[in-house]
């Protein structure tokens, strides 16, 4: 028994084996912890890169979505200052074509030529007569004197528009111009053998034009039964209908 133990002491050099057992125990759970450690250190380190890339991914969308907001929000204003442009542009046409247009109307309203009806006679047997009677007779025609208390124009056409038929015929000329305060005539001759004056209704359009080409036309309508003949106001053509 003695001897068991002493080739004990010398086969683990003098330290028992329990202690042995101990001492590799405790180095081998030395050797587990600095792996351990080492391990949860390079998990770490992982961890750590991987935090580090979102957050840096985070940090560089936020700026992009910075960025776009910012470069949104500058397009905005951009848009905006084209539209107040615009506006502006609108604004600056509308009132020059305002003005365009008051110029213009002062334009014609200073060259506007305006008849006025200043006589109606009866014409028969080559002389003209007032036109008082009431009798019924043949007529050779109607004649009418117009003044132009406007500026000058240029007659362009004299269009019977009742019921009768007549021959027209006007001094000056068509196409001659008419300056300011000066007379023209219109006859309008029927062109039947009789003609009465119970039955004459008469109505006529007279066209002009004014020196910036402009075409007007006035109405001339009554009877001579009533010699209550009159004329309407000046008309651009285009407002006829």
Known sequence: MILLEANQCLLFGGI???????????IIAIIAVIYGWSQLRKDSKEKQTQIDTLTALAKETALQ????IEGNRLQIEHLKKYEEHIEIIKSSNQRE??????????RISEVKPKFNLEE????????????????????????????????????????EMGLNSFIININPNFG??????????????PDS???????????????YEDIL???YFQIITGTYKKNNFTISYPKLQIEQS
């Open 213 to 215: 080409g402009n075409v």
């Open 193 to 207: 053998s009789t003609f009465s004056m119970e039955d004459c209704n008469l109505k006529f359009k007279l066209t």
């Open 120 to 159: 109606t006679k009866k014409y028969l047997d080559g002389k003209y007569f007032e036109l008082s009677s009431n009798m019924t007779f043949v007529v050779e025609g109607f004649k009418f004197t117009f003044k132009n208390l406007g500026e000058k124009a240029k007659i362009i056409d004299v269009e």
């Open 65 to 68: 979505t910075q960025e776009m």
């Open 176 to 189: 001659e111009e008419i300056e300011k305060m000066k007379t023209f005539t219109i006859v309008l001759k």
């Open 16 to 26: 028992p084996l329990t202690d042995w057992l101990q001492a590799i125990g405790a």
């Open 97 to 106: 074509a305002e003005k365009r247009e008051s110029e213009i109307q002062l």
